[in-house]
């Protein structure tokens, strides 16, 4: 009886729900592809239930204390995680982090994904990935790579590409994607590796060369920059990620409650558009299927990590 009582509150809550105002952390700077993510989907679901969805910007610390303080929030719904692929680097690239990505959040859905793109500077004698390959091998410790900092995505897909293929570059991080950008169009370093949505107009105006993408499949985006597997590097496959999660504990109706209306929200062909237009491609899976990849996924960059020998930050 007490179970059948509690069941049908959680329920009842669920289809109440939400009956204030909802917080949304975006765990990363105002202005960036993020940022515009979490503004879109809170605006739509403002514009749908009748209620407040706010923003909530908290670079700090790399975003983990935002992504802290989420986790210690009590778990009901009203403080909604929307975190970038750091979520799942970090727990290998932190000593110490007031948080555990598997055990402290219950996954909502993969909004959107976008892969990482390697770029080179037009007058770099490579026109395709073999020719780059080719190139510093036979040129070792001449070419460095950009990357939007260490310990980004960035870095990651550039170290799991040089350390499969037994590659001697250098890579240098910069702080942030725009200067890194900024130093491979002016040719300071060769090549880039970082999110697509950074990268995307700088593609568009011909101030990068796009040699490859890192997903499974062509961006739809950019058709005809093919993978890293059609180029004949398989196992590279790696997202920039743009998820939506809540503090473990939050009742399941709720869960699917969001899962169900931001996956609706990101299907919508004025959401496409704007999200096609910063590089991004909407996903909207669900709990289960993203519960299971966010586990797959910080054991995969745990192993890229250690196997490139980066040194974690205290």
Request: aromatic content about 6%.
């Amino acid at each position: 009886m007490i179970v059948a009582f509690a069941a049908t509150a959680a329920t009842a809550s669920a289809q109440s729900y939400p009956t204030r105002a909802v917080r949304l952390i975006v765990p990363a700077a105002a202005g960036g592809p993020s940022d515009i993510m979490a503004r879109i989907i809170a605006q739509k679901l403002s514009e749908a239930w009748g209620q407040q969805f706010t923003v909530e910007n908290m670079p700090t610390g790399a975003g983990n204390v935002g992504v802290g303080m989420v986790a210690k929030s009590p778990p009901d719904g009203y403080t909604i995680l929307t975190p970038t692929s750091a979520i799942i680097v970090n727990p290998s690239l932190y000593a110490k982090l007031s948080y555990d990505t598997v055990r402290d959040f219950a996954a909502v859905t993969l909004a959107a994904a976008s892969p990482h793109v390697l770029t080179v500077t037009p007058s770099l004698p490579a026109r395709n990935v073999q020719e780059l390959i080719a190139l510093v091998k036979a040129n070792p410790g001449k070419y460095s790579y950009a990357s939007p900092g260490t310990g980004t995505t960035g870095q990651l897909a550039g170290e799991l590409f040089r350390v499969s293929l037994g590659l001697d570059m250098v890579h240098v991080p910069f702080n942030g994607a725009a200067p890194a950008l900024t130093s491979t169009i002016g040719g300071h370093t060769p090549m880039m590796f970082g999110a697509l949505p950074g990268a995307a107009p700088h593609i568009k105006d011909g101030n990068l060369r796009a040699l490859a993408v890192t997903s499974a499949k062509r961006d739809p985006n950019f058709p005809n920059v093919p993978t890293l597997a059609e180029a004949g590097v398989p196992d590279q496959v790696s997202e920039f990620i743009q998820a939506v999660l809540v503090p473990t504990g939050t009742p399941k109706e709720i869960i699917d409650k969001l899962q169900r209306e931001i996956a609706r929200i990101v299907a919508l062909p004025e959401v496409k558009q704007r999200l096609a237009a910063i590089g991004y491609t909407p996903v909207g899976n669900t709990p289960e299927e993203f519960a299971a990849q966010i586990k797959a996924d910080v054991a995969r960059w745990a192993k890229v990590i250690r196997d490139a020998g980066i040194k974690q930050i205290e």
